[in-house]
């Protein structure tokens, strides 16, 4: 079983910056996809981040290009996202997820608000 745990959300102001934390059980991130959602109060939840399993390529919605940077240690089992120039609209709950033999797996989520 995989069980994903977000960490790092919270209140900050515009401009600001937050590094959110996705802590893997049950499988090695180095070797499986993992991505970033998001889910703002009355929307759909949107694509923000994914990492690839082999190559670690990455790829980002455009909202984040150029502000967010997804990474992955290895050795902490553990996957990131640094978010910079934080902007209101980025004020959502924010989900790690992971892609193993077919499956999506969740994390709870961490709540992110950017205050102008």
């Given amino acids: 079983q995989v069980h994903l745990v977000e960490s790092g959300g ?5 401009g600001g910056s937050l590094r959110l934390a996705c802590a ?4 090695t991130v180095s ?18 981040a994914q990492i690839s399993g082999s190559d670690s390529f990455t790829d980002y919605a455009d909202s984040g290009k150029g502000r ?3 990474s992955r ?17 980025d004020t ?15 994390g709870q989520g961490t709540q992110v608000t950017v205050s102008s």
């Fill in 68 to 70: 967010f940077t997804i």
């Fill in 10 to 14: 919270g209140l900050v102001q515009a």
């Fill in 31 to 48: 070797n499986i996809p993992m991505s970033w959602f998001r889910q703002a109060p009355g929307k759909e939840r949107e694509f923000v």
């Fill in 73 to 89: 240690d290895n050795a902490r089992n553990t996957v990131y996202l640094q978010m910079n120039s934080l902007k209101p609209e």
């Fill in 24 to 27: 893997v059980s049950g499988r």
């Fill in 92 to 106: 959502a709950v924010y989900y790690c997820t992971a892609r193993v033999s077919g499956l999506n797996y969740w």
